[in-house]
């Protein structure tokens, strides 16, 4: 066993819910092979939970429906013809044509991170796991990163989840973030429906993330926006007065925790609840992650919710 | 409750490093990051002075254990009742105040803070205390031994000052060591009191304390000190045109941190006669000499004095002017005349000038009892005794101090010495002893521990085994007995006559019963037994205070009415007191305690022209170096006695308390249980504090 799949079986034997193991982060953090990563969650899980959007012709027999003139004379069922002496087509459920984009932002304000990961690392191992998993389902997986503009993009491809794995690897926070004008540029190059996901700190006001998110969903787009949050950034529990600096803009405040942590502590759970409003209003997908949680169990969570959703759908 | 160290108490400044961490919440230097400060921005700015006091829990352990570790070193001390106090301590106690009033104690203020430290001691006795008060310099004194009443000792304190002798611990240690010796009150305490010179203080001396004493040194001196002082003179004799004139050299010194332009004056009998003037830089020495002067016929008072300081005793240094000593000598030489064979002799006293020998030459048949008037020495050169009148008037000459040196040749024998010239010969002459045919003897034995022959003692001194005696005269003699040719024979015999002395040599001085006087050993040989024959003692131009002055040879002797006999003096001090010493009293030796030009006579001849002393304070003194006295304290210390470092005296009693509660323990231990428990609280605490991965 190699060094990195010892680090594996350790990350699932160290803590989690009686019946479940769960991978720490930290654990991961120490795995430099991204593709191991993605591999050994994903496995764990159960798979082919979500569906694709669209039915097509694969070998997955969805229904039959008349034939109409024009249908493509190759699907029609023969044995119905046979049997009732009328013609009628066989329609299939595509599971393999679906685009899984991975949207990630990289951002300063995702460098930030005080439970063993950043917001940036945890989020290459969420889109990494979510990109093999979809590539396992035969899913044309691609990536964007970007911060106020796109950073980088590999196209989605069948073929391209060694580029997808390779682009989350190298990607660094820096910069400062706006979504609205690199989200504008995918939605006028993604032409097909495709899931999206968002891996991003929202850090900005709930009607502009609504508002940037707007061209993505109008355009069709199964969008999943994943919004990942420090342990600290929630509660801030910080206890030393000093200056703060704002990793994005460099700016510097002097600040007092012990004075502000009530209303900061307000004010953040007003900005979750009010984007978690918008964009459910909005159809969009939308999960909260604490970034000090298990990754696989944030997995399992969202294709809980994915599965629900299919359902509803 | 008192403080043993109460300075400590400002440690409790230290109480504001835990109210400044929990209060003020200083700002940290470097600055935190943090993803947005989009939510911070929207909250009201709180400015760090605003904050109040965190933690408090924390911030009471970590100020208490601050308070107990101020406390601990403090050294509290619960104050009890007088009785309770007494009973602590297990009844009285036996305190032996050493106070030292040694010269250097007149530096600055170091004799009123000695007093001062004293005092507080005396008023420190508890109700069932004895106390001594010594005093010491060079020598101690119990001024007031076993006393029990603070009045009397404080009396003592007062009227005692500092004296012109050097210091010495050993004896006042000594005098500490029997009194606490004899005394049966269990605690046993000594408070030495001292500037603490370096010259003071031999490692050698055997001064331990008794077993249990404490010891406490109470350190007056100051640290800087500014004194200038004539350490030295020197006189250099010569004879120019007939007349011995003196060169007077002087060593100065300046101790001090700046430099200093020196006046010096050399004064003779009060009279100013040369000024010479040298700078000298700060902790050094310099040389003054002086024009040479031609010395006065009679001796005359001397003094060099620098400018004045603040201690003015030591800017003079006082000697004698007076001419080179000598010894008036008789030679009585035999009844040939013409020879040549005296001629050893006399060339050998002429040559000598310290002392110089006044030689005057008698045949033995032309001697009269006028030529023995004003001498000191009567050499008997291969003569006879003379007869009669004659012979009385030497036995008396011998009695009454003077010397008899005889050379014992052919002309010395019992026929012509009957009955041991009366008695001044130690043993009558024998036969005369030919070694001819083996060449000679020579000196087999020699005593070299003798004052007589004692410079032949050294390495290189004189070889007086070289001569070769090849006639000698034997004698038959048990004591006395200086030298022996190698055959056992005496070869110099000694014999103590009244307050005179006789000296016999068993050989001639005339080159032909032996080859001595070829000899370069001769001459000290001679020398030496003349010296000592007539009781010469080598005088000095200077003594130092507490240097035992000999007074031999200043008067006649005395008798008193029991017919015990003495010589007695009365000797005038610098500062004008009237000392009788010798007699039947004691020796006569005077021992100069002042600084200054001491007059002594003859008792009972107040006309008399006086012996001029002058007596100077130590040089070692001057040097006003000092040492740690806990070295002192742990040389008189036994092994595992209780010694204190330099505390006051009336924090003695403090400390013994503090000692016997020994509270800064007990603080010192629940500060360290707080310190833990105040690690495992920050630790928790720090739990929670946050630290960004980047």
């Known amino acids: 066993m190699s060094d990195a799949a010892r680090s594996i079986q350790e990350a699932r034997s160290t ?59 190759r699907h029609m069922d023969w044995r119905v013809y046979a049997r009732t002496d009328r013609l009628y087509i066989k329609n299939y459920e595509a599971d ?21 990961l950043t917001k940036l690392e945890y989020a290459k191992y969420l889109g990494a796991c979510l990109a093999y998993f979809s590539h396992r389902q035969r899913d044309r997986v691609g990536l964007v990163t970007v911060d106020s503009d796109i950073v980088d993009f590999v196209p989605p491809s069948a073929k391209h989840l060694n580029q997808v794995l390779h682009g989350l690897d190298r990607a660094k926070a820096k910069g400062r973030g706006s979504l609205a004008m690199p989200l504008l540029k995918v939605s006028e190059s993604q032409h097909r429906r495709s899931i999206l996901l968002l891996l991003s700190d929202l850090y900005e006001p709930a009607d502009k993330i609504r508002d ?36 994005e803009s460099g700016e510097r405040i002097p600040v007092v925790p012990g004075r502000l942590r009530t209303r900061y502590t307000e004010l953040i759970r007003d900005h979750l609840v009010a984007v978690e409003k918008l964009l459910g209003e909005g159809r969009i997908d939308y999960l909260m992650v604490d970034t000090s949680k298990p990754i696989d169990e944030v997995l399992f969570q969202y294709l809980l919710r994915r599965e629900r959703m299919q359902s509803v759908r | 409750m008192s403080f043993l160290a109460p300075l400590f108490a400002i440690g409790l400044v230290a109480l504001a490093v835990p109210i400044l961490v929990h209060l003020v919440h200083k700002e940290r230097k470097e600055t935190t990051p943090f993803p947005s ?67 250097s104690m007149r530096v600055g203020d170091r004799w009123t803070r000695a007093q001062a430290a004293a005092r507080q001691a005396v008023d420190g006795l508890g109700p069932a205390d004895r106390a001594t008060l010594v005093l010491f310099a060079d020598q101690a004194r119990a001024v007031r031994e076993g006393t029990e009443t603070r009045a009397v000792l404080r009396a003592a304190v007062d009227s005692s000052t500092p004296g012109d002798a050097g210091t010495r611990y050993a004896p006042a240690l000594v005098l500490a060591r029997r009194t606490l010796a004899e005394s049966q009150l269990p605690k046993r305490e000594v408070i030495v009191i001292s500037d603490f010179q370096r010259s003071g203080w031999d490692v050698s001396d055997d001064a331990k304390l008794p ?118 000598v008789l030679v009585v030489e035999g ?77 010395v024998t019992a026929t012509s010495w009957p009955g041991r010239a009366s008695g001044l010969l130690p043993a009558a002459p024998g036969d005369m002893k030919d070694r001819l045919a083996d060449k000679g003897a020579i000196l087999g034995a020699i005593d070299r521990s003798h004052p007589a022959l004692s410079v032949f003692g050294g390495a290189q001194s004189g070889d007086l085994s070289a001569a070769r005696f090849y006639r000698y005269r034997t004698f038959q003699a048990d004591s006395g007995i200086l030298a022996r040719f190698d055959d056992g024979a005496p070869a110099v015999l000694e014999q103590q006559t009244g307050n005179g002395r006789t000296i016999v040599i068993a050989s001639s001085f005339d080159g032909l019963w032996n080859d001595l006087p070829r000899q370069p050993v001769f001459l000290p040989f001679v020398h030496q037994l003349a010296q000592y024959a007539s009781g010469y003692r080598a005088g000095r131009s200077v003594y130092e205070v507490g240097d035992p002055v000999d007074l031999q040879g200043v008067g006649p002797a005395v008798a008193d009415s029991t017919g015990a006999r003495g010589l007695a003096y009365v000797a005038v001090s610098p500062k004008g007191n009237r000392l009788r010493i010798g007699g039947t009293q004691g020796e006569a030796a005077l021992v100069p305690a002042e600084a200054g030009i001491y007059e002594v006579r003859p008792a009972g001849e107040p006309g008399a022209r006086p012996r001029l002393v002058a007596v100077n304070i130590p040089g070692r003194e001057l040097d006003l170096s000092r040492f740690d006295p806990t070295r002192l304290t742990h040389s008189v210390s036994t092994v595992g006695d209780s010694i204190d470092s330099g505390s006051s005296p009336a924090e003695v009693d403090l400390a013994q308390r503090e000692r016997k509660q020994s509270v800064w323990w007990y603080l010192l231990l629940l500060a360290a249980t707080l310190l833990v428990a105040e690690s495992m609280l920050a630790h928790r605490l720090s739990r929670h504090r946050i630290t960004p991965v980047n």
């Open chain 2, 335 to 411: 009844l040939t005349p013409g020879s040549d064979r005296e001629v050893y002799l006399q060339r050998a006293l002429e040559i000598g000038d310290r002392p110089s020998f006044d030689v005057s030459v008698r045949r033995a048949s032309q001697l009269s009892a006028a030529d023995l008037s004003g001498k000191r020495l009567v050499i008997m050169n291969n003569a006879p005794w003379p007869t009669g009148d004659l012979a009385r008037r030497l036995q008396e000459f011998v009695n009454n101090g003077g010397g008899l040196l005889v050379v014992a040749g052919d002309a």
């Open chain 2, 211 to 328: 077993s249990g004493t404490t010891v406490t040194p109470v350190d007056v001196a100051s640290a800087d000190v500014a004194d200038r002082a004539v350490r030295a003179v020197e006189l250099r004799r010569a004879v120019v045109d007939g007349r011995e004139r003196i060169t007077v050299t002087a060593r100065v010194s300046n101790v001090g941190p700046a430099a200093r332009g020196i006046e010096a004056r050399l004064e003779v009998a009060g009279r100013v006669v040369a000024t010479s003037r040298l700078d000298v830089g700060a902790d050094a020495g310099g040389v003054v000499t002086f024009e040479s002067l031609a010395i006065p016929e009679s001796p005359q008072q001397a003094a060099i004095r620098i400018t004045p300081d603040a201690v003015p005793s030591d800017d003079v240094l006082h000697f004698v002017l007076e001419r080179a000593p000598s010894i008036p």
């Open chain 1, 96 to 116: 393999t044509n679906a685009n899984f984009l991975v949207i990630l932002d990289v951002s300063g304000s995702m460098g930030y991170g005080t439970s063993g």
């Open chain 2, 37 to 103: 400060l989009m939510f911070l921005l929207r909250t009201p700015y709180q400015h760090s002075r605003r904050q109040r006091i965190r933690d408090w829990l924390l911030f009471l352990t970590r100020a208490m254990v601050f308070l107990l570790l101020v406390a601990a070193f403090s050294r509290p001390v619960f104050d009890r009742p007088p009785d309770a106090q007494a009973a602590a301590l297990g009844g009285g106690r036996e305190l032996v105040i050493l106070l030292d009033r040694s010269f």
């Open chain 1, 212 to 247: 940037a998110l707007g061209p993505l969903r109008d355009a069709g787009h199964d969008l999943v926006v994943m919004h990942l949050l420090d342990p600290a950034e929630l509660n801030f529990t910080f206890d030393a007065a000093g200056t703060f600096e704002d990793l």
């Open chain 1, 15 to 73: 803590e989690g819910v009686p019946g479940r193991t769960f991978l720490d982060p930290k654990v991961l953090a120490r795995i430099d092979d991204l593709e191991l990563v993605a591999r050994f969650v994903v496995e764990g899980f159960i798979s082919g939970l979500h569906r694709s959007p669209h039915l097509g012709f694969s070998t997955d027999f969805a229904e039959h429906r008349q034939y109409m003139p024009g249908d493509d004379t």
